[in-house]
T-cell receptor, first 112, second 119 residues
């Protein structure tokens, strides 16, 4: 079974709006990462947040982490049509720092 | 830099046939991974190699074998393919040392994927 579950499974917004997607996980983690996948391509790393961090920013991306709730959120501000992709969270657990386990993903559609 | 290169990009097999997916990285990364992705789903870890000379099972290892041939190369073998193994396979690598004090050391770099169909 997958470590992470993402919510919503699909999201459709207008260009310029903000997009928020959530990830819940089951075990204690060392860090949590977000990746993006354009249709038919490999995944590309976006941002990493460590277990002792609560919030991190990178450009138009903002990631939060709540270890007490075992959840994370990814916010994309001022979305663009080019942000259309699937977004996945991946967790690295405390007991095995080499294994990255992915969630089920959120498919984002940004309408022009 | 080529990054992570997977071959072949596409393959069609009949049930019971065998094949090997090849993966090579030129970034001097320590860890390498094989994932599969079924339609509309996330990635599931098949096997990984934390460092040259070691391999470990992931979430869905049944029906697969791997070889970490050297630091650059990590192959995935299907000994007797089944229709349930129809999927897109991704190889990934990570600079990766436990602890991750070096920025970027913990993140995965992915190949473009290999689409496998088993009839």
């Amino acid at each position: 079974s997958q470590q992470g579950e993402e919510d919503p499974q699909a999201l459709s917004i207008q260009e310029g709006e903000n997009a928020t997607m959530n990830c819940s996980y089951k075990t204690s983690i060392n860090n949590l990462q977000w990746y993006r996948q354009n249709s038919g391509r490999g995944l590309v790393h976006l941002i990493l947040i460590r277990s002792n961090e609560r919030e991190k920013h990178s450009g138009r991306l903002r990631v939060t982490l709540d270890t007490s709730k075992k959840s994370s959120s990814l916010l994309i501000t001022a979305s663009r049509a080019a942000d259309t992709a699937s977004y996945f969270c991946a967790t690295v657990s405390m007991d095995s720092s080499y294994k990255l386990i992915f969630g089920s993903g959120t498919r984002l559609l940004v309408r022009p | 830099n080529a990054g992570v290169t997977q071959t072949p990009k596409f393959q069609v097999l009949k049930t019971g046939q065998s094949m090997t997916l090849q993966c090579a990285q030129d970034m001097n990364h320590n860890s390498m991974y094989w994932y599969r992705q079924d339609p509309g789903m996330g990635l599931r870890l098949i096997y990984y190699s934390a460092s040259e000379g070691t391999t470990d099972k992931g979430e869905v290892p049944n029906g697969y074998n791997v070889s970490r041939l050297n630091k650059r190369e990590f192959s995935l073998r299907l000994e007797s393919a089944a229709p349930s193994q129809t999927s897109v396979y991704f190889c990934a690598s990570r600079a990766g040392t436990s602890g991750g004090a070096v920025p970027g050391a913990n993140v995965l770099t992915f190949g473009a994927g290999s689409r496998l169909t088993v009839l």
